[in-house]
């Protein structure tokens, strides 16, 4: 299973979406039921970043939290953006990045 909160995922908001466009937010929860086959951008999940909806008691922007799809956001997965990947193109491609890291700390000493 893969774990979207990792520090290895960022999740980008995009512009005119919930979160302040270009920002990076907190992924707390995933909640998404997962099939080989299904899109990264198709999952949703619990999210926690700075909005600029509107509260007249609030500075905005306002650190806020809410349940959002993740096709609201640019996925990256160290430096590689994988919002259109599949999510068993995203385990193969983790446990590829994993297999070249362990090489090159093996290699380096």
């Keep these: 299973m893969i774990d979207f909160t990792s520090e290895h995922f960022t999740f980008i908001s995009k512009e ?3 979160y302040s466009s270009g ?19 198709d999952g949703w999940g619990l999210f926690r970043g700075y909005t600029t909806e509107y509260d007249k008691d609030v500075t905005l922007p306002q650190l ?19 919002s259109d990947l599949t999510y068993e193109e995203l385990e193969n491609l983790i446990v590829s990045t994993l297999r070249e890291d362990k090489i090159e700390n093996i290699t380096a000493i």
């Design 16 to 18: 005119d979406e919930y």
């Design 23 to 41: 920002t990076a937010v907190i992924i707390e929860s995933d909640c998404s039921s997962w099939k080989p086959q299904h899109k990264i951008k």
């Design 64 to 82: 806020d939290g809410d349940t959002s799809s993740f096709e609201e956001f640019d996925i990256w997965y160290k430096d590689h953006l994988v």
